[in-house]
């Protein structure tokens, strides 16, 4: 049964930091390239960022946040720093492979 669970979310201020956490299973976790997606109100769900072996960004989001994966974990990583307020959304786990895969999301809001 492939499962993909997010954590970490939870609300924070502007300018402030949170890591997200993904554990895998299910399926061959090394083989599979993983990303982050969220979707905020009212707006389509959108690509944060990537990883095979190396991170790929999204503009919004370069130099803000790092993506990092642990295959012997079978865990992937978001670290959010200098967080806005437009990053508020829900954060999706994606596993894209053979077949895709996604996790239930969890909630980001960045407000003061």
């Known amino acids: 049964q492939v499962q993909l669970v997010e954590s970490g979310g939870g609300l924070v201020q502007p300018g402030g930091s949170l890591r997200l956490s993904c554990a895998a299973s299910g399926f061959t976790f090394s083989s599979y390239v993983m990303s982050w997606y969220r979707q905020a109100p009212g707006k389509e769900r959108e690509l944060v960022a990537a990883?095979?072996?190396?991170?790929s960004y999204a503009d919004s989001v370069k130099g803000r946040f790092t993506i990092s994966r642990d295959n012997a974990k079978n865990t992937v990583h978001l670290q959010m720093n200098s967080l806005k307020p437009e990053d508020t959304a829900v954060y999706y786990c994606?596993?894209?492979?053979?077949?895709?895969?996604w996790g239930q999301g969890t909630q980001v809001t960045v407000s003061s």
């Open positions: 990883i095979a072996n190396t991170g």
């Open positions: 994606k596993a894209r492979g053979r077949y895709d895969y």
